[in-house]
């Protein structure tokens, strides 16, 4: 999908493929330098090689059952979107979400972007019919974005997170029905 824009540079969102895998590392690993709201520190993520981050787009390539979507800002990766499918029979509807986009690139729409491609995708898959996650309760920007989105909130689970300078976070448990199952 090919999309402009605001600053006028063209976005595509595309699945990656294993030349991807350095860009979409680097991304990843700015992640975890620019914001808390992610589960990686920035030491953990800056411990990842190359090798692990293809073996990490390949596992998306062999599971079909499985969704990986980049952001691609003329030529950058800029955001990064998993839907993974429970790997528990009794849970086969239900895939697990992760999103997350580099700071530079907030308020322009990839978020959104991404999350509209991604219910897309598992709305025509023919076993999902929940996608779920947790969300930081102080990442509000990103509880709106899935509020917008008819995603609901289920409950929190206090003190979810433990960040490394020691502050507690509450985790905020959320889901969206695609299908009636």
Known sequence: MHHFLPNGKQLVIRQPGIADAAGCLACFQQFTGETDFLLFTHEEAMKMDLKEEEGFIRSYLERPENLLLVADVEGEIVGI??????????????????????????????????????????EKHPQLTTIHFEVLATNERAIQLYRNFNFIEHGRIPKGIRQPNGDWVDLVVMSKNLKSA
Not at 93 to 119: C, E, F
């Open 81 to 122: 979107f998993s839907l993974n499918r429970s790997r528990f029979k009794k849970q086969y509807h239900m895939a697990l979400m992760g999103l997350a986009v580099l700071h530079k690139y907030w308020n322009m729409g990839i978020g959104r972007r991404l999350l509209t491609a991604g219910i897309r995708w598992a």
